[in-house]
Nanobody, 126 residues
Framework: QLQLVESGGGLVQPGGSLRLSCAAS????????IGWFRQAPGKEREGVSY????????NYADSVKGRFTISRDNAKNTVYLQMNSLKPEDTAVYYC???????????????????WGQGTQVTVSS
């Protein structure tokens, strides 16, 4: 069974950090680009960060540039999202998704992504 599983979410104070992980089972991530998305209550799902299959290309939403860093370890079949300087507006359910390394995927076009995880909750609050 092909699965993506996110972990690392939780409750953190403003200014704090979290590292999310996206682990694959049943398939290898080597050939897939990975996108991180988030969805806050009452809002549409939005793209946060992207990394190509090779790791050579990345992209970030303007709202997280300079604070979030995406990386991948293909040997561990895992992609990470390091989130620093967290703000209350970062509160959301975070999802990872696997797709092709296309320009559309780089700009967070949801239909470009074939596999999705179940999400992990991130809450930023004092």
């Amino acid at each position: 069974q092909l699965q993506l599983v996110e972990s690392g979410g939780g409750l953190v104070q403003p200014g704090g950090s979290l590292r999310l992980s996206c682990a694959a089972s049943g398939f290898t991530l080597d050939y897939y680009a990975i996108g991180w998305f988030r969805q806050a209550p009452g809002k549409e799902r939005e793209g946060v960060s992207y990394i190509s299959s090779s790791g050579g290309s990345t992209n970030y939403a303007d709202s997280v540039k300079g604070r979030f860093t995406i990386s991948r370890d293909n040997a561990k079949n895992t992609v990470y999202l390091q989130m620093n300087s967290l703000k209350p507006e970062d509160t959301a359910v975070y999802y990872c998704a696997a797709g092709s390394s296309t320009v559309q995927a780089m700009f967070f076009t949801i239909p470009e992504y074939d596999y999705w995880g179940q999400g992990t909750q991130v809450t930023v609050s004092s």
